[in-house]
């Protein structure tokens, strides 16, 4: 589930678990793993999702730096592997970084 928490950000909530998407340890790093944990509201749980062509990229408000920008969330080294890590990094523009968004009824 994709919920506004206001203004810009949402809160994106795995609907098997009920565990928020977050990068783990708040880490403003590049390799930054994401994972799921209880919604606390913290920054690092917190999402812009941002229209972009074929997709969307996923912003964590924690990870913003004026020195850097923000991180997107994006599939390790391009994989396409089963199991493949997900973590953060500075935007690139490559294709492992846009997610879909689907509805399910």
């Not at 919604?39 to 964590?60: C, K, M, S, T």
């Not at 994989?79 to 997610?99: C, D, F, M, P, Y």
Request: no cysteine; charged share 15%; hydrophobic share 40%.
């Amino acid at each position: 589930m994709i919920t506004s928490v206001g203004s810009i950000f949402y809160k994106i909530i795995n609907v098997h678990s009920g565990k928020a998407l977050e990068i783990r340890d708040a880490s403003t790093a590049d390799g930054g793993n994401v994972d799921q944990g209880t919604f606390l509201g913290h920054d690092n749980q917190l999402w812009e999702i941002v229209p972009v062509r074929y997709g969307y990229v996923l912003l964590n408000k924690n990870s913003f730096s004026i020195l850097t920008g923000f991180k997107v969330i994006q599939v390790d080294q391009q994989s396409t592997a089963n199991g493949a890590a997900i973590n953060q990094r500075g935007l690139v523009n490559q294709k492992n970084e846009i997610w879909q968004l689907v509805k399910l009824k």
